[in-house]
């Protein structure tokens, strides 16, 4: 198994721009996360999806679009980016297990908007 | 508003020493979960804790679930360079939302 994947690995744009960002799992989770990284700011989630064809909002989703069209996929996307949202993505998958949640997570993109 | 708070934020200690590290949090948490992440990397989950006061251990790692199941602890007995990253917790809120809620950190440097 791969776990989950993120692409791209960086990515640098101007202002107004636009651009998606693609999180892939081959795990048969139902459930993923777009989560933002940024310092002394922790993670904070952006949006989330309980199963395919299905979205939700998080703490943080102004700016950002997802669509989870297929349950090994969800995508993020940013229609007009702002330097604002430079920061790492992360996105992450999650097993739901008998002790709790288990998060799994993906290598992130540094993203930057200039 | 921050539901959990994390202390101390940062901390560089010398291979060998002993550490502990807080989450606390004024909300009931039905299970709380601890995550190491290395530089250019993403979290890895060390441990969940899901009983009040249960204790885990995980080779030089104790995780604590306070009694009422708002607060946490990790505690590295001798920790050693490869110990350095930085530590999350993360906190399920009852009703199982699936979300999970993080803190902010402790980034965590040990010196050979």
């Known amino acids: 198994n791969a776990g989950v994947t993120q692409t791209p690995k960086f990515r640098v744009l101007k202002t107004g721009q636009s651009m998606t960002l693609l999180c892939a799992q081959d795990m048969n989770h139902e459930y993923m996360y777009w989560y933002r990284q940024d310092p002394g700011m922790g993670l904070r989630l952006i949006h989330y999806?309980?199963?395919?064809?299905?979205?939700a909002k998080g703490e943080v989703p102004d700016g950002y679009n997802v669509s989870r069209l297929k349950k090994q996929n969800f995508l993020l996307g940013l229609e007009s980016a702002a330097p604002s949202q430079t920061s790492v993505y992360f996105c992450?998958?999650?097993?739901?297990?008998?002790?709790?949640?288990?998060?799994?997570f993906g290598p992130g993109t540094r993203l930057t908007v200039t | 508003t921050q539901l959990l708070e994390q202390s101390p934020q940062f901390l560089s200690i010398q291979e060998g020493e002993n550490l502990t590290v807080y989450c606390n949090s004024s909300s009931v948490f039905s299970s709380l979960q601890w995550y190491r992440q290395e530089p250019g990397e993403g979290p890895v989950l060390l441990v969940t804790v899901v009983t009040g006061g249960e204790v885990k251990k995980l080779k030089r790692l104790t995780f604590q679930f306070g009694d009422a199941r708002k607060d946490s602890s990790l505690h590295i007995t001798a920790a050693q360079p490869g110990d350095t990253g930085l530590y999350l917790c993360a906190g399920e809120r009852p009703g199982g939302s699936e979300k999970l809620v993080f803190g902010k950190g402790t980034k965590l440097t040990v010196n050979p």
């Open positions: 992450a998958s999650n097993e739901r297990l008998a002790g709790g949640p288990f998060l799994w």
């Open positions: 999806s309980v199963g395919e064809g299905t979205t």
